[in-house]
């Protein structure tokens, strides 16, 4: 009989072969991982010290464009969005915040706690927006008027700040009536040219993406499609009544339609705006951002009117031959009177039958309207109207400029070249000026929509109390009665001048000293080596140094969060809100 055959033993060792062979594969991946963990966090760190940087917004100084920590509002009548910085605990049980579109009252959610004063209550506020950072766009390019930037706060190095260049180097800035004006210097400081020049936010030469700058600026006085859905039952006596802003010449022509906006049955007619709408508030330019302040901290807004304004509507005409004329107010002439009064001269952008577009101002004797001959082109054809499809017509009159849009398209401009000496010279406008806001029609029946009216920033001069006394910024002209007060600035070698678009809010350029600037930055960014100063006022005040200067900011990637519910957690991303930062 067969023996069952008995497999030989493995040979010595080889059971303990395959386990060290498992140890070393073991060890080998452990290494591995940890190598790829050291190489994912020096291109993590390497990207965000080189490349992109994110940060977050503390503080309101650039609102609208961005927000920092704020209490989101949707207008219980006429649902119009709009956000508020949350400001300090008051005394009471309750906050309210006026809508800037039909200035109803509402009521926000708020925290009560009881203090030996009685009950104080604060608005719980959301987190300001999450944004990203370029931090290489300036090793190829100099810093852009107009570009917002993160850096280093001259006065605390530690501290990061956000606000938007309007001051380049080798200039000297003025302040003026909200604008911007410079001149050019030469390497030594002396000035090249004896005229200061108005600074356009919307020339090409001084950013590409001047279009898109001067739209993000743009905040609203009025836009026709936020009408209160119960004005009549919801009016708060003494506090809150209900008017449309645009009033017709002839009521019977005009139908109001709502949101719909505003039907024209007859042949001809116009609308005007009611500017008492701004008065109710006491001031012109309004910062809805700003209203559960006390008082604002870094300057008061004027309480006079502004010319820088854009008005758009949407035409939808029934047939053919329609019209239309968008009229402003503008100071055109180069002349005052005996008075330093600069006279307003109503100004129009015009689209005729024929489908010709043009820029026009009125003879204040005849009341004819003549084309502003050193506007591009004169008439430019943008085809005719057609019945039943719409089109939009824009008049934007800002930065001393003229410009007239159709269909999202700039098709004329015409500047508004004045010498330096009238702008010192005027005084600012007052509520006598008109500055009227009006839509003249002819070929109806035409429906209009969308009609919008907004205005400019406004960067402000004096600081707090806005009485005289009060101190003129860096760089600022304060205009009192025949007085001018104030000093403009220089900027020297790799030297800019920043500002907030929430002026009155916002710690910036303007406002600080000199003795305020760190000695380490005012040694290492502001003396040259033989010991000189790069700047000649006040030690360095108001100046950000090149080399301080962190990145331009470009995109909102996490906007603030939306609760879920009326009282939930706030877990819900905003994506409708992300978007890129002019």
Known sequence: MAQPQIAPNPPHGHCSASRNDSKEDFYESIRDTLISLALAFILAFTFRAYVVEAFVIPTGSMAPTLLGQHARVSCDQCGYTFAVEPGKPVEGRSREATCPMCHYPNSLPVRVGQTPRGPMSVVDPAAGDRILVQKFVYWFSDPRRWDVVVFKNPRRPHQNYIKRIVGRPHEQLWLVEGRVYTRPLDRDGDPLERDYRIARKTDP????????????????????????????????????????????????????????????????????????????????????????????????????????????????????????????????????????????????????????????????????????????????????????RSRRVELWSVDQELLLWVDGRCVNRYPIDLSWQTVRDRRPLTWEDPIDAEIEVEGGPVTLFGVHLDRDVYYTSVRQPPETTGRVGTGAMAKDGAERRGEPVKLGRDLYFTLGDNSPLSDDSRFWTGDQTDPWVRHEYLTDPDGSMLVEQNEGAGVVPRRMIMGRAFFVYFPATLPAGEDGWRIFPNFGDMRFIR
């Open 205 to 388: 030469d001084e950013n590409p993406q001047w279009e898109q700058v001067q739209r993000a600026l743009w905040q609203p006085i009025y836009h026709s499609e936020y009408v209160p859905l119960n004005p009549e039952e919801a009016q708060v006596p003494g506090r809150w009544t209900w008017s449309l802003p645009w009033q017709a010449d002839d009521d019977e022509a005009w139908q109001f339609r709502g949101a719909a906006g505003y039907q024209l049955d007859s042949e001809r007619g116009r609308l005007r705006f009611d500017w008492d709408h701004a008065r109710e508030r006491g001031d012109w330019v309004w910062y809805p951002y700003n209203q559960l302040h006390a008082k604002t901290q870094f300057g008061s807004p004027p309480r006079n009117p502004m010319e820088d304004l854009r008005l758009a509507a949407t035409f939808r005409p029934d047939g053919e031959g329609l019209a239309v004329r968008l009229g402003l107010g503008a100071r055109l002439d180069d002349e005052l009177d005996d008075a330093s009064r600069q006279e307003v001269v109503p100004v129009a952008a015009r689209v005729d039958a024929e489908g010709r577009a043009s820029l026009q101002r009125r003879d204040e004797q005849s009341g004819e309207w003549h084309t502003l001959d050193g506007s591009e082109g004169h008439h430019v054809d943008v085809g005719t109207w057609r019945p039943g």
